[in-house]
């Protein structure tokens, strides 16, 4: 599907890395170009043309953006990463917490989702409180969520979907126990939003964060608050920038010249027919998944019910540095490590792991060739 669009396909690659970072699409890396070699390139509130156009990109950008994570243009803040952004909203947060708190993470998480909240709780005397994932499947239901939640807890920060096993919890039951609970729900949506968007903006999170080049475009982050609840927060700015609104959040001029990109690639995602996506997505994790597990030296890690068309697996004998390696040079990408979920591996008694990721750019025979190329290992 749509593999025409992304022009990094063409080189004869297997690119089933995307859980690191996918290709870019065609009209996303055009318009960065055609920005930078145009007549635009100006910076905000300047009277020319030129910096019109700039603002006039700007509040284009917060719209698609915001509508694409089901948020407002006047609550979305862009950054360099979700690991920076996931750290503001937490400083931010920090002064209505107090002793005795409670911040609620999980272990299927990226450390950019659990770190913050650790930091926050040593300066705020809050505590954090780690929802464990079912020991079998890796499976998160909402029981795992609200068995940990109490009178304390203050805010749920939490994967979308996990960026090794792909684990989607309920997001929509999830909101509504964290609601009733009274607690804020951030949701940290970087490997949900590739593979469909729409649970994501109909869960009703507090606050969503993704990251562009994870879903076809340049490297720009975005953080999509509740508006009342940005209202009651005072991140750190320097004195001349605005008191409230998103700008009040972005420290520094944005990379102006990578917007345009943001734009094209949120329109792109936005208008993806996620029907056909996922089900073609579903074929391929059933290729990976049956095609793996007929492996005997091979090891999946997990086994949600519901889950992204993403598969991390280890091979006996081999480290997953060496399997990576191997794949390479058969001009197969994946990765290997622990992806940053060092809760998670310390849960499983692991190291480390290979970590294969379709896309729905991705095609048949990419799965076989991962298949072939593990079988021959």
Known sequence: ??????PGLHDGWARLDGPAGSQVLDTSATAVLAYLSGHDVANLQGPSAASRATEDLLADCRTVVAELLGGQPDGLILGPSTTVLIARFASALGEHLSPGDEI??????????????????RKTGATVKLARADPRTLDLPVAAISEVLTP?????????????TGTQPDLAAIADAVHANGAVLLLDAVHAVPHGPAEVAGCHADAVVCSAYKWFGPHVSALCVRPGLLDTLRPTRIRPAPAHGPEAWERGALPFELLPGLAAAARYVRDVDWAAAERHEGELLAVLLAG???LPRVNLIGSPSRRTSTVAFTVDGLSSAHVAHALA??????????????ELFARLGLDSGVRA????????????????????L
Do not use: K
Request: proline fraction near 1%; glycine fraction near 4%; charge should be negative.
């Open 329 to 342: 040079d058969r001009e197969i990408a994946v990765g290997h490590g622990s992806f940053y979920a060092i």
């Open 104 to 121: 609620v993470c999980t272990e299927l998480d990226h450390d950019a989702n659990i770190s913050p909240w650790l930091d926050l709780a």
């Open 1 to 6: 599907m749509n593999r025409d669009r992304f």
């Open 152 to 164: 304390r807890t203050r805010v749920v920060a939490m994967t979308a979907a996990s960026n090794v």
């Open 292 to 294: 793996l597990q007929d």
């Open 357 to 376: 990721g379709a896309l729905h750019y991705t095609d048949h025979d990419d799965a076989e060739r991962l298949l072939d190329a593990v079988r021959h």
